[in-house]
C-alpha cells in the first residue's frame, strides 16, 4: 500500500540511504559488523543454516555520527511535524535532553536496524525499507496506541485477576515477563520479589491513546490511587513500585518512578486479596476522584495514609487530625469520635467502646480506616454527618454501611 504520509516517507527513506552508505563505508575502512550464526532444523529435512547480521549493535555505536548528519537534521524535522510521532519522542525521555534526541532513538534509529536486518547488511534494498517504513507508519498513525504500566505489587497474594476498574488489575506475574522485555528490571525490583508468597503479583494499568497524544497516560498517580484503595480495602502492608515499566503497542516504552507513598511498604502484615475486597477496592479507586471537591476529605485521606508510615506519638496525631477532618470539622475530635461510633457501632455499648477507643491517647487508625471508607462510599460526606447527628438524637436508625449493603444484596 502506499505510504500515508508520503512526504515522511521520502524523508525518512533518504536518511535511511545515506546512513547505509557511511555504515557500508565503515564496513569497507575494516570495521566488523557481527553476525550470528544459526541452524534451523526440521523432521526429515536437511538443516539449513543462515548468517544473520547483529546490526543493532553496531548502529548503535555510531549513533553520534549517524546524528550529525544533515539529512538526519531534515528526517527529525519531517516527524516533529507529525502529530502521530509525538507520544514516541517520550519512550527515551527523562535522561535524554530533548525531544529531537528522543526522536532520534526511538523512530529513526531503529527504522535504521530493521531494514540493515531486513538487507542482510548494507547492500540496499527498496523492499525491505518498505517492509520497515510500513511496520514505523502502522505504529505511529493507528487509530489508538496500546499502552500498559505494571509495577510490582509486595504485601498482598491472590489466587487470580482481581479487576480495579478503568483497566487497572490486579495479577500473578509471569515469570521473566519484567526481565525479558527490561533487561536492566532485575536490579529495580523490590527484595525477594517473585520468591516470596506476597510478592508474586503485579499492579498493571492498560489503556488506549488516541491518536495524536502527545502525553501518555499518569500510570504512576493512577496506580497510586489503586494502591490507597487496596491499603482502605484490606488494611495490608501494601506498597508498588519503586518504579513502573510502561511499554506502547508492546514495546517497550520507559521506566518511572510510583509515587514515594504509594512506593513505600507501610509497617504490618501481608493480606489476600479476594474477590469481595477487591469488589470494595475497585468501588473506592473509583471514588477517590470524589476527594478532590471535597478538600476535608481530602485531608482525612492523606493523614491516614501518612500515619502508616510514622512511630508514636506521630502516628497518633496524624490519626486525630485525619479523624477530626473526617467527621468532626468545626466541632472538634470530640464530635468525630461520637460520630465515627455511631458509624461503625452496631448497638449502644459497641458505640460506647468505639469512643473510648478512639479517644485514648493511641486511637486506633484501623477504626478510621474502617470510617474513611464508609464515608468514600457514601459519597456526601456533609449528608452523613447529618444523618449520623439525627441518630445520636435518636431521631432516625444508623445509615446502613457499605458491607451491611453488601451482605443485604447478596443474600
Not at 555520527?65 to 511535524?81: G, I, M, N, Y
Not at 458491607?403 to 447478596?410: E, G, N, P, T, Y
Request: net charge negative; hydrophobic share 45%; charged share 25%.
Amino acid at each position: 500500500m502506499p505510504p500515508r504520509a508520503p512526504h515522511l516517507y521520502d524523508s525518512l527513506r533518504n536518511f535511511c540511504l545515506g546512513a547505509f552508505r557511511y555504515l557500508q563505508l565503515e564496513v569497507d575502512n575494516g570495521a566488523e559488523l557481527p553476525f550470528a550464526f544459526e541452524e534451523h532444523t526440521s523432521p526429515g529435512r536437511p538443516a539449513l543454516y543462515e548468517y544473520r547480521p547483529l546490526a543493532r549493535g553496531y548502529v548503535e555505536q555510531r549513533a553520534r555520527a549517524l546524528w550529525a548528519r544533515d539529512d538526519a537534521r531534515l528526517a527529525l524535522e519531517d516527524l516533529r511535524a507529525e502529530p502521530a510521532a509525538a507520544i514516541f519522542a517520550r519512550a527515551h525521555a527523562g535522561p535524554k535532553p530533548s525531544e529531537d534526541d528522543a526522536l532520534f532513538h526511538s523512530v529513526l534509529l531503529p527504522l535504521i536496524v530493521s531494514t540493515a536486518e531486513g538487507c542482510g547488511g548494507f547492500d540496499w534494498k527498496d523492499d525491505a525499507f518498505d517492509a520497515a517504513y510500513a511496520q514505523l507508519e502502522s505504529s505511529l498513525m493507528r487509530s489508538s496506541h496500546a499502552y500498559a504500566a505494571l509495577a510490582p505489587l509486595v504485601g498482598v497474594s491472590a489466587g487470580g485477576q482481581v479487576d480495579l476498574g478503568d483497566g487497572i488489575r490486579v495479577r500473578v506475574a509471569v515469570a521473566g515477563e519484567l526481565a525479558a522485555a527490561w533487561p536492566e528490571a532485575n536490579g529495580l525490583l523490590p527484595p525477594d520479589f517473585g520468591r516470596e508468597k506476597d510478592r508474586l503479583c503485579v499492579l498493571e494499568l492498560a489503556h488506549d491513546v488516541p491518536p495524536g497524544a502527545a502525553e501518555a497516560p499518569d500510570a504512576s498517580a493512577e496506580l497510586a490511587d489503586a494502591v490507597t484503595a487496596l491499603r482502605l480495602a484490606t488494611a495490608g502492608a501494601i506498597a508498588a513500585g519503586p518504579v513502573l515499566f510502561e511499554r506502547l503497542d508492546w514495546r517497550p516504552y520507559g521506566i518511572r518512578p510510583v509515587l514515594p507513598i504509594a512506593a513505600t511498604q507501610p509497617e504490618g502484615e501481608a493480606t489476600r486479596l479476594d474477590q469481595f475486597r477487591g469488589r470494595l477496592a475497585r468501588d473506592l479507586r473509583e471514588r477517590l476522584a470524589d476527594a478532590e471537591a471535597d478538600p476535608e476529605l481530602g485531608e482525612a485521606l492523606d493523614r491516614w495514609e501518612l500515619s502508616l508510615f510514622q512511630a508514636e506519638p506521630f502516628r497518633a496525631e496524624q490519626v486525630r487530625q485525619s479523624l477530626t477532618a473526617l467527621l468532626g470539622g468545626s466541632d472538634g475530635l470530640w464530635a468525630a469520635s461520637l460520630r465515627c461510633a455511631a458509624l461503625l457501632g452496631e448497638d449502644g455499648r459497641e458505640r460506647a467502646e468505639l469512643h473510648r477507643a478512639l479517644q485514648g491517647e493511641t486511637p486506633s487508625a484501623d477504626l478510621v480506616r474502617r470510617a474513611l471508607v464508609e464515608a468514600v462510599m457514601h459519597g456526601n460526606r456533609a449528608a452523613l454527618i447529618q444523618t449520623l447527628d439525627e441518630t445520636l438524637h435518636g431521631l432516625r436508625p444508623r445509615p446502613g454501611g457499605y458491607f451491611a449493603v453488601r451482605a443485604a444484596a447478596a443474600s
